[in-house]
T-cell receptor
Framework: RKEVEQDPGPFNVPEGATVAFNCTYS??????FFWYRQDCRKEPKLLMS???SGNEDGRFTAQLNRASQYISLLIRDSKLSDSATYLC?????????FGKGTRLHILP | IAGITQAPTSQILAAGRRMTLRCTQD?????MYWYRQDLGLGLRLIHY???????GKGEVPDGYSVSRANTDDFPLTLASAVPSQTSVYFC????????????FGPGTRLTVL
């Protein structure tokens, strides 16, 4: 089993809809969690960190479920500009592990 | 410069040739990383450096070498390129190894023929 797994998608979602996707991790010793965004042919950029209590940044909400070992990203009122690949990142013992990403297409 | 830069932006290389990909950051970050990104395989760590003067092997180090003579520069060398090294290469840095945000360079698209 891979240490970090994501549904590759693509998720095709109409503009204005709410979309959510998860990322599972296999090692319970994982310590910190992040979501990165990568636009086509560009470098990954940090979207948000994921805190144990959950956190929100505008239309984006990230949550951590340690018991079930997954993190989630919810995007409300999706915009065309949200189209990208979303990478789940897990840190364990100073080792950074990237998921392969979930592709999101927002449809006009 | 601000942030992290890579050169060249893209390169086509004949198999067997030696190639060095350059990476420079001006954020005084201690940790630096080299990744390759291939369709369906995601980002894979090639080599990393926790601080100037030290380097370590990542997930896919074979065929690559790195050096970290100073804080700012972290070049990646392909001693004898092979077609399987065709990929997009990203350099990244962070304040220190571990929990903090990694900043990525714009990438180098390398094609080995």
């Amino acid at each position: 089993r891979k240490e970090v797994e994501q549904d590759p998608g693509p998720f095709n979602v109409p503009e204005g809809a709410t979309v959510a996707f998860n990322c599972t991790y296999s090692n319970s010793a994982s310590q910190s969690f992040f979501w990165y965004r990568q636009d086509c042919r560009k470098e990954p950029k940090l979207l948000m960190s994921v805190y144990s209590s959950g956190n929100e940044d505008g239309r984006f909400t990230a949550q951590l479920n340690r018991a079930s070992q997954y993190i989630s990203l919810l995007i409300r009122d999706s915009k065309l500009s949200d189209s990208a690949t979303y990478l789940c990142v897990v840190n364990r013992d100073d080792k950074i592990i990237f998921g392969k990403g979930t592709r999101l297409h927002i449809l006009p | 410069i601000a942030g992290i830069t890579q050169a060249p932006t893209s390169q086509i290389l004949a198999a067997g040739r030696r190639m060095t990909l350059r990476c420079t950051q001006d954020m005084r970050h201690n940790a630096m990383y080299w990744y390759r990104q291939d369709l369906g395989l995601g980002l894979r760590l090639i080599h990393y450096s926790n601080t100037a003067g030290t380097t370590g092997k990542g997930e896919v180090p074979d065929g690559y070498s790195v050096s970290r003579a100073n804080t700012d520069d972290f070049p990646l060398t392909l001693a004898s390129a092979v077609p399987s090294q065709t990929s997009v290469y990203f350099c990244a840095s962070s304040e220190r190894t571990g929990h903090l945000e990694q900043f990525f360079g714009p990438g180098t698209r390398l094609t080995v023929l």
